[in-house]
């Protein structure tokens, strides 16, 4: 693994690395990469280079999470990765950076996992399950691609079994007169019209925020069709979460009637312009001032969502077009993440089939006695 050294003008020195490898295809490739500062950093480069292009499990777990990143960027919506980025660079490779992917094995991940268990965010509170979930799955991702792409046997994670749960067992949300004591306190028309919007259609944040007049629909429905996220510090519009997530939801005549008003007082604003011109950021500060000012307990931004949920639940609303107006993936998703706001349902359905019972008791007991009078 020899390094070289060359010359620039002005006398400077540098180093360089010039090595044969054999690509994914097969093919041995000569590849060279100059600019180093000393004999050591280029020797590294190519250690590190020779390792990512490895197909078997005794790389290095932090040369694989730089090739899974490389294949899931083009597979993966921006914010996605992003996200990913986040979670793995800060909670998985600072543990599992200088191991082979073949010595990570049942008990390292048990260590590591009972590591996540103790720690606490800012606040000096643990993690959340559901955080701890995310977490954990991002490491299972990164073992499942070994698996798959680099011979590793089976993934350590799947027999150490996970931590945390995928939904909360609780979760915030405002009734109706809670929202409307929360509205008469937000002045500015713009938040309070995209609260509005929040509340009664229960579309995600970045879906509001991607809203433009062409959008609003003369049959009072709203279309939804894009999302408006930030990515590394910028704003884009991008497709929504999920397929299912373009959807046209209806909505009740007076929101349609309050949207409609507040466009129309919107300065030259064309079809495709975006209606909210304020960040997700200033609506999540305001609901919290706003719920101070009104007395009412904090929920994130998010839950308003969630909000909307527990009223169509409350209302009797099938839960299939309840996943179609969040615009989930699945049913499935729909029930494991709300299936705890049905607490009282059930007993709901044995009090309907106790009343059906007793109709129909009355009902066969008028009909023997129209049949036998003597009785």
């Known amino acids: 693994m020899p390094a070289y050294k060359y010359t620039l003008k002005g006398g400077r020195t540098q180093w360089y690395a010039a090595f044969y490898y054999v690509d994914w295809t097969g093919q041995r490739k000569h590849h060279v990469k100059r600019g180093f500062s000393t004999q050591r950093e280029a020797k590294e480069y190519e250690k590190t280079f020779l390792d990512r292009n490895k197909d078997k499990s005794d790389i290095l777990f932090s040369s694989l999470t730089e090739n899974y990143y490389e294949d899931m960027k083009s597979r993966l919506k921006p914010t996605t990765m992003e996200s990913k980025h986040f979670l793995i660079d800060q909670k998985v490779l600072p543990y599992?950076?200088?191991?082979?992917?073949?010595?990570?094995d049942v008990l390292t991940v048990r260590k590591w996992q009972n590591s996540l268990l103790q720690m606490k965010d800012r606040n000096g509170k643990k993690f959340s399950q559901t955080y701890l979930k995310t977490i954990n799955d991002q490491l299972s991702a990164i073992m499942n691609y070994a698996v798959k792409h680099y011979g590793l046997?089976?993934?350590?994670?799947?027999?150490?079994?996970?931590?945390?749960?995928?939904?909360?067992?609780?979760m915030d949300f405002w009734t109706v007169e809670q929202f409307n004591a929360f509205i008469a306190v937000t002045t500015k028309t713009g938040?309070?019209?995209a609260y509005e919007v929040l509340f009664w259609t229960g579309i995600r944040c970045g879906e509001?925020?991607?809203?433009?007049?062409?959008?609003?629909?003369?049959?009072?429905?709203?279309?939804?069709?894009?999302n408006y996220v930030k990515i590394k510090g910028g704003y884009v519009i991008q497709t929504p979460k999920?397929?299912?997530?373009?959807?046209?939801?209806?909505i009740p005549d007076f929101l349609y009637d309050e949207i409609e008003e507040y466009i129309s007082n919107l300065y030259g604003i064309q079809k495709e312009d975006r209606i909210f011109y304020f960040t997700k950021a200033a609506l999540e500060n305001n609901i919290k001032t706003g719920a101070k000012r009104a007395?009412?307990?904090?929920?994130r931004l998010h839950d308003l969502r969630h909000s909307n949920v527990a009223m169509l639940i409350e209302m009797g609303?099938?839960?299939?077009?309840?996943?179609?107006?969040?615009?989930?993936?699945?049913?499935?998703?729909?029930?494991?993440?709300?299936?705890?706001?049905?607490?009282?349902?059930?007993?709901?359905?044995?009090?309907?089939?106790?009343?059906?019972?007793?109709?129909?008791?009355?009902?066969?007991?008028s009909e023997i006695k129209r049949n036998n009078p003597q009785d």
């Open 242 to 250: 999920t397929e299912r997530g373009k959807r046209t939801i209806s």
């Open 191 to 193: 938040l309070r019209i």
């Open 96 to 104: 599992f950076k200088d191991l082979k992917v073949c010595d990570i």
């Open 295 to 299: 007395g009412l307990p904090e929920i």
């Open 317 to 365: 609303v099938d839960i299939m077009e309840i996943a179609r107006r969040l615009g989930h993936e699945s049913v499935k998703t729909t029930w494991d993440t709300y299936a705890h706001l049905y607490p009282n349902k059930d007993r709901a359905v044995a009090d309907r089939l106790h009343t059906l019972h007793e109709e129909a008791k009355y009902s066969a007991d």
């Open 153 to 170: 046997p089976v993934n350590p994670c799947h027999l150490a079994g996970t931590i945390g749960k995928k939904n909360s067992d609780e």
């Open 208 to 226: 509001l925020l991607a809203l433009t007049p062409a959008d609003i629909l003369q049959g009072k429905e709203i279309s939804i069709n894009k």
